[in-house]
């Protein structure tokens, strides 16, 4: 009974399954899908790359949804939830921007086997990335580290490990165009709706 309880709450609920879906859709696609395919393609041995990814993703999104929180905890005021609105709405322009990469961009840490490379490779590729970004809005936007970073980790997992075993077949199957446009509209609806609350517009 804990664990529904949990997570259809007021606070976990919205930031987990907001997050989930945000990150899911913005990584299809995404320069960190392309890592993931490359690396299976390099190493093909698709478990250690799934959980190279999935620590990768644990560290990364928790250090990123804590400088979200962190900075909604000291920042508090509406000139700054006026930011993480318009950075939502930003995200959305970005979202729509395809992604590229290229074998040569890839960090090549030779020595370690496939599990380390990847975490490697994918912590550090994620650095800037839109899906970072968005994590650290959206702690920003939930004020709460660990429901963020569960549902940015569950979405991450979710486009990644088909990529993983399936390559770039799921590229090619995938509308891409559709799946950017969705998620650029989801941004969109959480910017401008955290603008409208800021504003008063929803009473």
Known sequence: MFVPALLTSTLFGPALFTSTAVVALAEIGDKTQLLAILLA????????????????????????????EQAAAFLDGR??????????????????????????????????????????????????DKTQIATIALGARYQSVVPVMVGTTIGMMLANVPAVFLGNAIIKRVPLDVVRGIAALLFLV?????????????G
Not at 94 to 116: K, M, N, Q, V
């Open 41 to 68: 393609t390099r190493f093909k041995r698709p478990w250690p790359i799934v959980a190279g990814i999935f620590v990768a993703t644990l560290a990364n999104h928790f250090l990123a949804a804590l400088v979200g």
């Open 79 to 128: 000139w700054f939830r006026y930011l993480i609105a318009a950075s939502f709405i930003v995200m959305a322009g970005w979202t729509l921007i395809p992604d590229t990469f290229e074998e040569d961009d890839a960090p090549r840490p030779s020595r370690f086997g496939p599990f380390a490379a990847t975490a490697i490779a994918f912590f550090l590729v994620e650095m800037g």
């Open 190 to 202: 959480i910017g401008l709706w955290l603008l409208a609350q800021t504003a008063g517009w929803l």
